[in-house]
């Protein structure tokens, strides 16, 4: 058994970004942030559709149709396939552990 919250790194230069669970339709990954973002001229565009729920911390999505929204721990949200979005902040003191899973 693991733990979401357990074996994060003390330093975390990158976001850290593990997949859990794989089979032919589904993904389900682990996102841990601490101040990271999505550099400001880059969007995700993903083939899959996606649920995701901020577990812990605090975050900021932007999507290219101009919405924005804050997330506080137990928020999630789905994004549909190919709906241009980045992360446009993340708690720097406090990580951010996120549950992302990606579906057809």
Avoid: C
Avoid at 38 to 63: H, I, K, M, P
């Amino acid at each position: 058994m693991k733990n979401l919250f357990t074996e994060i790194p003390d330093k975390l230069p990158n976001e850290l970004l593990e997949t859990l669970v794989r089979t032919g339709a589904v993904q389900v990954q682990r996102i841990v942030s601490r101040g990271h973002t999505t550099a400001e001229s880059t969007w995700y565009d993903q083939d899959t559709n996606e649920f995701v729920v901020l577990l812990t911390g605090g975050a900021r999505l932007e999507f290219m149709d101009g919405r924005s929204m804050s997330l506080d721990p137990g928020d999630w949200l789905q994004i549909s396939a190919h709906e241009k979005h980045r992360v446009a902040w993340t708690a720097e003191d406090v990580e951010s552990v996120w549950l992302a899973v990606h579906y057809a």
